[in-house]
């Protein structure tokens, strides 16, 4: 469980440092906003920043995604599974596809990421294109931090076929938090209103990060 724990906040503090790429892509935004349509003086290479800060944003907050179990999955079969089968469907698919999969992102990313380094590549899209190297080198750094949460869920998973039971995972704030501060906020909602739309709220909340409907089902058989 300490291993989990360690690699969750690696990854929970990898999403805090490079969320703030979300602020530097707003000013760069609004900077090139106001030059393009008020001062008539657009900047050439801007398109090509805008990609690389939304791209960096993107890769280097997987870890924290995974973490999160927030990741696509398809689940019309998942749901109706017990967490050992839960468990079970995780370990095989992280073996048969994660792994090789993130292993070649590491090494492929790596390879492109040199050659990129070694030849001072400079985008193409536009004439003043900028470098793009540092920005490549992001490629195998992201498969190093996904690939780590990655060995925590295997873990994770391996604990739940011991026990039947999912470990906990790191709380953060989420949407649903900022929902109950609005509820408990406002005048025109009273407690038992509240109480249920939280209840309600928080059942497909737990739904869709590694619970199953059964499980649900379960719990409110035991509530009196």
């Known amino acids: 469980m300490e291993f989990i724990r360690a690699i969750d906040r690696i990854s929970y503090w990898s999403r805090k440092a490079f969320a703030w790429l979300i602020v530097a892509l707003t000013f760069v935004v609004s900077v090139e906003v106001f030059r393009r349509y008020?001062?008539?003086?657009?900047?050439?290479?801007?398109?090509?920043?805008?990609?690389?800060?939304?791209?960096?944003?993107?890769?280097?907050?997987?870890?924290?995604?995974?973490?999160?179990?927030?990741?696509?999955?398809?689940?019309?079969?998942?749901i109706y599974l017990k967490p050992r089968g839960q468990a079970s469907l995780d370990l095989i698919l992280y073996f048969l596809f994660f792994i090789p999969g993130i292993l070649g992102l590491i090494y492929a990313g790596y390879d492109f990421a040199a050659i990129s380094w070694r030849i001072g590549e400079h985008s193409t899209v536009t004439a003043e294109g900028p470098p793009v190297y540092h920005f490549k080198s992001v490629i195998p750094i992201a498969g190093v931090l996904v690939m780590l949460q990655g060995l925590a869920e295997i873990v994770r998973c391996v604990e739940c076929l011991r026990t039947g039971v999912w470990p906990s995972r790191l709380e953060d704030v989420e949407e649903i938090d900022v929902i109950e501060t609005q509820l408990s906020r406002s005048a025109y909602v009273d407690e038992e209103s509240r109480r249920q739309a939280m209840e309600g709220a928080h059942a497909i909340d737990e739904a869709a990060r590694h619970r199953s409907v059964v499980d649900e089902t379960e719990r409110q058989s035991r509530t009196p």
């Open 38 to 78: 008020i001062l008539n003086a657009p900047t050439a290479w801007i398109f090509d920043f805008n990609n690389m800060l939304y791209g960096t944003l993107f890769m280097l907050c997987g870890a924290y995604t995974l973490a999160l179990a927030g990741h696509v999955r398809a689940d019309f079969v998942y």
